[in-house]
Nanobody, 117 residues
Framework: VQLQASGGGLVQAGGSLRLSCAAT????????MAWYRQAPGKQRELVAT???????TYGVSAEGRFTISRDNAKNAIYLDMISLKAEDTAVYYC????????????WGQGTLVTVSS
């Protein structure tokens, strides 16, 4: 299983971005999908998750500003981010974790989001 993240870039504070993560195989029905991020010098943190049934959870930093979604037909998930802040600057990673076998976990290569203040 390979995950390909894209959509990062440079944006001004207050702007928006959409991140995408495409899977190479049909996995979305069997995996909980998630976005994580890691800022320079900090630990990786959970941004948002979405189950195969469409239930979502958000980290504190994302609540109210970020929206995770999935398109099973395209084997893809998305992260829509609005009202971006400088502290949102990080490498964003998509993650897939099997619902029955959690050790089957996969990571994308990351996409850099830089928010200028």
């Amino acid at each position: 299983v390979q995950l390909q993240a894209s959509g990062g870039g440079l944006v001004q504070a207050g702007g928006s971005l959409r991140l995408s993560c495409a899977a190479t195989v049909t996995i979305l029905n069997y995996y909980v999908m998630a976005w994580y991020r890691q800022a320079p010098g900090k630990q990786r943190e959970l941004v948002a998750t979405i189950t195969n049934g469409g239930s979502t959870t958000y980290g504190v930093s994302a609540e109210g500003r970020f929206t995770i979604s999935r398109d099973n037909a395209k084997n893809a998930i998305y992260l829509d981010m609005i009202s971006l802040k400088a502290e949102d600057t990080a490498v964003y990673y998509c993650n897939a974790r099997h619902t029955l076998y959690p050790t089957r976990t996969y990571w994308g290569q990351g996409t850099l989001v830089t928010v200028s203040s």
